[in-house]
């Protein structure tokens, strides 16, 4: 071997040529298609259709009220679902701690807990059904069950149920990796356990819960499953995703849908992550 | 629970009565009994997984006693809620809150009693001064050092006026090259905070620098529990000489000419022998690193062992020895010369036979 | 304060009364809608339409050259767009590591590489339409693009780009999790780049790319929104439950379905998460 | 790079000349020289983040090399894989590959090396033997104690016949406890196996003891490099003699009937003094521990000085005192009436005058 073939390449290298094979990676999955999305929805398409650069596909959704309906239905849904989900789920991931600290092994409740994350959408849809559905198994026991499934509550339920398992993983290894000394110095200070929990805890727990539910809005955001198998009732945004594809394709309006579907889902999930680290500097630093 | 005595509570300061602590199966604390006086810092020390940290722990009220009693102040606390104790606890890893500033760690506890704002302010300004934070009230704890964050907890604990201070291993988690100097920082502020404090440490000399009294505790049990001086001088069996000064402890037999230790293989004269007095019983020999050395005599005084290891201590060379199957350490000068097997005499002076008083 | 009622409650109490509150939000969001689901599927629905215990609704199903189609091919495209994702994952997150041990924080890649985990199905269905549908952008280039995104090449790519971000987090922090100083003792001994991969990083890796392949799969089992943006080509089974379930509502027969998904689903999570545990002893005891 | 002067890499064992390191802008290693000699352990001590890491890292060919030039063996491998370089590292936490057994834990390297089977197995035989673990071949890590852990890792490192061996903080992963004892183990086996040794510790006594020859580095650069006894009784300055001892070392005028300190304002007369000779220029007193006693003579031969701190240290009681801005250890006995300030003097024939050679 000539000698400097085997020299070590310890010198760092400038910042672009070491983050190459994970912007490829980023290039060839996100970005391309995503500006040829957004291309389209501006009039940019290749299509015979699309005459050039215009905002009006846009104008044009905004202006359709049952466009501006879904859009405010979808981030209703999305948001206060989400609040649920994590109201829930505190308690469960702080009870959680407490067990783990004690030793009394919850991996077979932890199991079940995050299990649901594997049932599709889909399913969770036609649990909603089948339990509220206008026929379903809780309407004999009130006549408002019936039906319920295709409302707004019924909706909210179904996409708790469908971002508990997302939510408890996350939450559950921030919950693990608050310092137990913190809550017991606390106690030992002279707080009460609610005080504890409302001075120490949560305030700690606050940027995984922002950052987290950022994370579980977008993806409730995005969900099709649950809303498909419920397409009878309120619509939510990729329902009409869905139409303007199927129903003619329309390659420019239904472009501007998607990008706005994509760009709700992924303004959930920056704001969670930026406002979540904004948070966890102020309270850590 | 089942425990019949009367524990004694009453008393002003810690005291711990006969405690049991269980988890699961397998007890942690046996049977231990701890006082420690308004005024007096105790060091519970022993190796770990001795209990230590638990009788802490009990003492705090974060771990269920499983029999026995603690008071507190002349208070029964054995099974208080931990928010009503009056304890002051400052953990091992000081649990500085991160998300409060200097000053608002240590208002913690005095707003959680719901002092005052004026009484407050007064309080913090006061443990900061002690504490020698005061420039550092308006620092968040991310931008302070090991040692400033102990002061914090300290301080912390300290406000609430607590009636005994727990600290638990307070020096393990500073950079080991600090450790003499926060050492002697701490020592001071305790004594000037003038608060019952109980340490726990696995380091025998922070044990013997911090404490008034000692508990040493070994496998769940309370070894010994004195002064410093009286475990140094007198310790209660071989593993008590062993981990506070690294000495050894053999039974002996006085006779009117010296002693007769490892089954009378090797007698040592009366006049090279300190004679004390011990409240265990038995006659024993203690033998420290500097109680022996390298001698040429071949007589019945000197004994024989076969080195084990040599190694260089500065201003020594301390041998590992083996007498008879039992090891000893001995400081010989750096030039020496030493071969694979030494006769080993007593040092006049340096060894002390402990004779039961009468 | 009467004596007694400040008292500790720190006796460990028994394991079923701990985990309660945890159980109780099992049973109200999973446990029972699978049982009735499950019931439903076995003839036991209270609709007037099923009458008695039977599996007769399994055996129609499993009966049907269509349902058994759509079950291979979903078993095909999760099982293998999840092998593909791992392999491209392996040298991205090694990568991270490398990264983030030199300090040269990959924080804003970090954000690009798993922003796509708030892209909707449908959306990422909606782009392979885009580059690969009959009249899709990538068409002109070579005549094997037209139509692409109907056939199971297309759908691979799609759902391997639906993973990619999902499997990317746990992964990370699994890489980031090994330590450094194995790689390097590895090294020092004379192990070749080469070697202390095949020798020492992978091995370690193991257990948590067959738990994250698990749980990614499981999840693109259920995904529905990607093929359902798809359905004019290659039919996965989250599309048959969709139909059986608006064409004609027939509660036994689309529960049947549901189950057959929802148990595939829950299959890979569970063998995912029992072989990566049983792995990880293998491999780190 | 940019060093003009011909590095000295064509010596056996490990030659380290003038190595420089940087991270970013920081020079974490500024002109570093250490030589190992085949059949020699070198100790590099030093406080935490003073580069001794990362000259062993550099050595090891984990850290890239910003100057200087490294040898192993005859061979310049400054810039080789660490592949190729053929050193033996124990990293401190000793990276015992989990997912193997002990026995193939160490043949590791004889595999990479593609090393026939049955050599491979004789050379993992005789590394068990050495290291004492024949009977736990079969076992994985996990099942493994911390100190059985560091001799897998010792072994595997020792198996691939390296030119230096490289030990990085060997016992810091230990438990305190246990460290006396373990050192003198991993002593033991290091002297049996007579390769070149590098070892990284922040602990003077590990360095003392394990080291046939100290480098002592502080903020990036070696401050002294010889023999324990030579760092001991000559240190190159203040911080060598008190990291290495807790001594002091103060600046000093000779005279015919003594030594002049503290600006002149202590006379110690010449029949107390003891004198060294020293290798670095300057006349020098070197007091430790044991060096001062309390006095009630208050003449021009005692200094008087301020009591810091007391804290019992076992058999003596060990002041901290403030002379003159000089801070001092002083032993006194246990039972001693030590006041606010005292009166100190030398213990004749224990502080030595370092005087340089003529």
């Excluded at chain 1, 994509?262 to 999930?269: D, G, R, S």
């Excluded at chain 2, 638990?54 to 603690?70: D, F, M, N, W």
């Excluded at chain 2, 008879?324 to 036979?353: E, K, Q």
Aim: proline share 7%; with cysteine.
């Amino acid at each position: 071997m000539a000698p400097g073939t085997a020299r070590v390449r310890l010198r760092t290298p400038p910042p672009w040529t070491a983050a190459l094979p994970a912007l490829a990676v980023i290039g060839l999955f996100s970005a391309y298609p995503v500006a040829v999305l957004v291309g389209n929805s501006l009039g940019l398409g290749s299509a015979p259709a699309d005459g050039g650069p215009t905002l009006e596909h846009y104008a044009d959704a905004l202006a359709s009220a049952s466009v501006r309906e879904s859009l405010a239905a979808s981030a209703l849904v999305a948001g206060v679902a989400v609040l649920a989900t994590l109201v829930i789920a505190v308690p469960v991931v702080l009870h959680q701690a407490r067990q783990d600290r004690a030793g009394a092994g919850g991996a077979s409740t932890d199991a079940l807990l995050t299990l649901p994350i594997a049932l599709p959408g889909i399913i969770i849809g036609f649990f909603a059904i089948v339990l509220n559905g206008r026929t379903g198994l809780l309407a004999p026991l009130w006549e408002g069950f019936a039906g319920l499934a295709y409302t707004l509550p019924g909706l909210l339920v179904a996409y708790v149920y469908f971002s508990l398992p997302r939510v408890l993983g996350p939450l559950r290894a921030a919950a693990a990796g608050l310092p137990h000394s913190l809550t017991e110095s606390a106690r030992t200070l002279g707080a009460s356990k609610a005080r504890v929990l409302a001075t120490v805890t949560l305030p700690l727990l606050l940027p995984a819960l922002i950052e987290t539910g950022g994370t579980a809005a977008a993806i409730a955001l995005g969900g099709y499953g649950t809303v498909a198998t419920l397409s009878e009732g309120i619509r939510l945004l990729p329902l009409d995703v869905a139409n303007a594809l199927t129903t003619g394709y329309r390659l420019a309006a239904s472009s501007t849908l998607a990008v706005l579907l994509a760009a709700m889902a992924v303004a959930a999930l920056v704001l969670g992550r930026g406002l979540g680290r904004l948070v966890g500097r102020a309270v850590a630093s | 629970m089942t425990d019949l005595r009367e524990p004694e509570t009453g008393a002003p300061g810690l005291t711990v009565s006969d405690l049991t602590i269980r988890y699961g199966d397998t007890e942690a604390v046996r049977g231990v009994s701890v006082q420690v006086r308004p005024d007096e810092t105790v060091a519970v020390v022993g190796p770990s997984g001795c209990g230590k940290s638990s009788t802490l722990r009990a003492v705090a009220g974060l771990t269920p006693v499983a029999g026995g009693a603690i008071g507190l102040g002349g208070r029964d606390i054995t099974h208080l809620d931990p928010a009503r104790r009056g304890v002051g606890l400052v953990p091992q890893d000081y649990a500085v809150f991160p998300h409060m500033s200097v000053a608002g760690n240590i208002a913690y506890g005095l707003r959680a009693r719901r002092l005052p704002a004026d009484r407050r302010r007064r309080r913090v300004a006061e443990m900061l001064e002690l504490t020698r934070l005061t420039e550092l009230a308006g620092r968040r704890p991310g931008q302070l050092s090991g040692g400033q964050r102990q002061r914090v907890a300290l301080a912390r604990a300290l406000a609430v006026e607590p009636d005994v201070l727990l600290l638990d291993e307070p020096l393990a988690a500073l950079d080991p090259q600090l450790r003499g100097g926060l050492r002697r920082e701490l020592s001071a502020m305790l004594s000037s905070s003038g608060c019952a404090t109980l340490i726990v440490t696995h380091d025998q000399r922070e044990a013997l620098s911090l404490g008034t009294r000692i508990a040493l505790m070994r496998e769940g049990t309370l070894v010994q529990f004195g002064t410093p001086r009286e475990l140094w001088e007198d310790p209660a069996d071989a593993f008590v000489a062993d981990f506070l000064a690294g000495a050894v402890l053999l039974e002996a037999e006085r006779s009117p000419d010296g002693a007769a230790v490892l089954d009378g293989r090797w007698r040592i004269p009366a006049e090279d022998l300190g004679t004390g007095p011990t409240g265990h019983g038995r006659t024993r020999l203690l033998l420290r690193d500097d109680s022996l050395t390298v001698t040429d005599r071949d007589d019945g005084a000197a004994v024989t062992a076969r080195v084990v290891h040599a190694e260089f201590v500065g201003d020594a060379v301390r041998l590992t020895v083996d007498a008879h199957g039992h090891v000893f350490g001995v400081r010989v000068p750096p030039d020496a010369r030493i071969g694979r097997s030494v006769s080993l005499a007593v040092v006049p002076g340096r060894a002390t036979l402990l004779v039961p008083a009468p």
